[in-house]
C-alpha cells in the first residue's frame, strides 16, 4: 500500500514529536490524525535521508519534501509468513505487576525470529483482539505523561459591589496530572479561547513544568472539529501547544472512560472546593480564586483513601521530574489566520494594510498575530514581520517588499528634482522652483 501523502505542516510537526518529544509512533499518529504506518515510513525516510532535528530554517517545504518522499515510497511491508501469539495467554501475563507489552513482544520476537511481528504491528492486533472480548482495561499513565483538562459545570455568580447585581458566572477551570492526579484549578471570567490559553499558562506554572501530552474535553475554545476519529485543535491552541513542546491529544467524544482522571477532578472539586464556596458571594474574580487556593492546597495536600501519602507528594516524589521544562519565554497568546496576497502584495488585517515580499502575490499566506506585532508566513518561513498598527485602511510597507520599478517611482518627489537643479546651477534652480510651486499635485 503506497504511503499516504501528508501535509508539509504535519510533516516537521511528526519529525519534532519523534526526535524532539520522543512520542511512540502511536501517539504520533493520535496527535497528526494519520495511521501509525504512515509515522512510522517518514521516520524511516528521515533516518534514510539523514534528516534530523531541528531543520535547518532555510529548508523550505519543497526541499524537504524532495527530500523525504523518494524515501518514504521505497518503504514497504515486507510479505512473510508471521507467527500469532496466544492472545489469551498473553492477556494473562499483563495482569502481572510491572509486566508491559514490550516485555512480552521481546519474549515472542525471540522465539519466532522472522515469523515474529513488529512491535506496532503485535499491539495493533492485540488490541483488535481485545476489543472483540469486551474486557475493560485499566489504564496504566507514565509519570509527566498525560495532564487532563476541563471545566466543572458548576459556575460561580461574581457580583457588582455597589448595585450588588450580576455581573457574569465565572468557569471553573481543572488539570490534573495522570499519575499523581495533583489538580490546579482557577476560576476564569468565560470559556473563550483567550480565558482557555491562559489557564493553561498558569497551571503550567503552577506545575512548573508541562505535560508531555494534553488531554483536553472537545470544547469549542480547544477543538474546532471534535470528530472522533479526526479531530481538530484550534490553530491558537496548536500554537501554544507547540511553543511549550507538548502535544493535543483529544479525549474522544461521548466516551468518558478516556479522561476519567479529568472526570475525577471535577467530582472532587465539587465536593471539596464549589461545595465550600457556594454560600460565599464574590465581588471580583481575584477574591475568589484566593479563596480557590486556599482550598486546593488543602485537597493536594489530603491524604489518599486507597494508597499512601498525598497529590502533593506523589507529585514531588514521581511526577515533577517528568515533565517538560518551561520555556524560557512565556506564549504570547496569538491569532492565526490565512490571507491571499493582493496584487498590491498587501493584506488587510483589521482594516489596516501590511505588505509582503511583491513575489508572494496571489499566494496564501498564514498571519500570526499577537498584541504588538504581525508576523507573516509561507511554506513555514517567516516572510515578514510588522508593528501591529491599528490605524483603519491605513498601510505599513516596507520599501524591500516593493518591485524595483515601484520603489524608484516611489523616489520620484518635488524635493529631488529641487537638488538636481541646486547642483544644475542657481538659474536652474529658481525655474524648477517656480513649476513646482505652481502645480498644486506634486505628480
Given at each position: 500500500m503506497p504511503t499516504e501523502r501528508i501535509k508539509m505542516k504535519k510533516l516537521r510537526e511528526l519529525l519534532r514529536l519523534k526526535f524532539s518529544a520522543k512520542l511512540t509512533h502511536r501517539q504520533i499518529g493520535k496527535a497528526l490524525n494519520v495511521s501509525p504506518g504512515t509515522v512510522?515510513?517518514?521516520?524511516?525516510?528521515?533516518?534514510?535521508?539523514?534528516?534530523?532535528?531541528?531543520?535547518?530554517?532555510?529548508?523550505?517545504?519543497e526541499e524537504l519534501r524532495s527530500l523525504l518522499e523518494p524515501?518514504?515510497?521505497?518503504?514497504?511491508?515486507?510479505?512473510?509468513?508471521?507467527?500469532?501469539?496466544?492472545?489469551p495467554q498473553l492477556h494473562q501475563e499483563l495482569a502481572i505487576k510491572h509486566m508491559t507489552l514490550m516485555l512480552l513482544w521481546e519474549t515472542y520476537a525471540a522465539e519466532n525470529g522472522q515469523r515474529a511481528y513488529s512491535y506496532?504491528?503485535?499491539?495493533?492486533?492485540?488490541?483488535?483482539?481485545?476489543?472483540?472480548?469486551?474486557?475493560?482495561?485499566?489504564?496504566?499513565?507514565?509519570?509527566?505523561?498525560?495532564?487532563?483538562?476541563?471545566?466543572a459545570g458548576t459556575t460561580f455568580p461574581i457580583y457588582c459591589r455597589e448595585t450588588r447585581h450580576l455581573l457574569f458566572k465565572a468557569q471553573l477551570f481543572l488539570m490534573a496530572l495522570g499519575v499523581s492526579h495533583y489538580t490546579f484549578a482557577y476560576a476564569s471570567r468565560s470559556?473563550?479561547?483567550?480565558?482557555?490559553i491562559d489557564c493553561h499558562k498558569r497551571a503550567f506554572r503552577f506545575y512548573r513544568g508541562v505535560p508531555q501530552i494534553l488531554v483536553p474535553?472537545?470544547?469549542?475554545?480547544?477543538?474546532?472539529?471534535?470528530?472522533?476519529?479526526?479531530?481538530?485543535?484550534?490553530?491558537?491552541?496548536?500554537?501554544?501547544?507547540?511553543?511549550y513542546g507538548t502535544v493535543i491529544i483529544p479525549a474522544r467524544p461521548r466516551t468518558p472512560q478516556d479522561k476519567s482522571i479529568a472526570e475525577n477532578a471535577v467530582l472532587v472539586s465539587s465536593r471539596w472546593i464549589i461545595a465550600r464556596l457556594s454560600k460565599q458571594k464574590f465581588y471580583s474574580l481575584a477574591a475568589l480564586n484566593n479563596a480557590i487556593s486556599e482550598l486546593l492546597g488543602a485537597l493536594n495536600q489530603k491524604p489518599f483513601q486507597?494508597?499512601?501519602?498525598?497529590?502533593?507528594?506523589?507529585f514531588v516524589d514521581i511526577e515533577k521530574s517528568h515533565l517538560l521544562p518551561l520555556p524560557d519565554k512565556e506564549y504570547e497568546y496569538a491569532t492565526l489566520t490565512h490571507q491571499k496576497v493582493s496584487k498590491d502584495y498587501h493584506i488587510r488585517i483589521d482594516k489596516h494594510y501590511y505588505s509582503v515580499p511583491y513575489s508572494?502575490?496571489?499566494?496564501?499566506?498564514?498571519c500570526r498575530l499577537t498584541q504588538m506585532t504581525v508576523e507573516i508566513f509561507h511554506q513555514n518561513q517567516r516572510k515578514a514581520s510588522h508593528l501591529r498598527s491599528f490605524e483603519r485602511d491605513?498601510?505599513?510597507?516596507?520599501?524591500a517588499h516593493m518591485p524595483k520599478a515601484h520603489r524608484n517611482y516611489q523616489q520620484w518627489t518635488p524635493q529631488v528634482f529641487l537638488e538636481w537643479a541646486e547642483k544644475t546651477g542657481a538659474g536652474v534652480f529658481n525655474v524648477a522652483q517656480v513649476v513646482t510651486d505652481k502645480n498644486f499635485h506634486p505628480e
Open positions: 512510522s515510513y517518514y521516520v524511516q525516510a528521515a533516518a534514510l535521508a539523514k534528516v534530523s532535528w531541528p531543520l535547518p530554517e532555510s529548508l523550505d517545504d524515501m518514504a515510497k521505497q518503504l514497504r511491508n515486507q510479505p512473510g509468513k508471521y507467527v500469532l501469539p496466544d492472545w506496532t504491528q503485535f499491539t495493533r492486533h492485540y488490541n483488535v483482539w481485545r476489543k472483540k472480548q469486551k474486557l475493560s482495561m485499566r489504564l496504566e499513565h507514565k509519570a509527566g505523561e498525560k495532564g487532563f483538562i476541563d471545566y470559556q473563550s479561547l483567550p480565558d482557555w474535553d472537545n470544547l469549542k475554545s480547544g477543538i474546532t472539529d471534535s470528530c472522533q476519529f479526526e479531530p481538530e485543535a484550534n490553530p491558537t491552541y496548536a500554537d501554544m501547544a507547540e511553543h486507597k494508597r499512601q501519602s498525598s497529590r502533593y507528594q506523589q508572494l502575490v496571489g499566494e496564501t499566506v498564514l491605513k498601510c505599513t510597507t516596507v520599501d
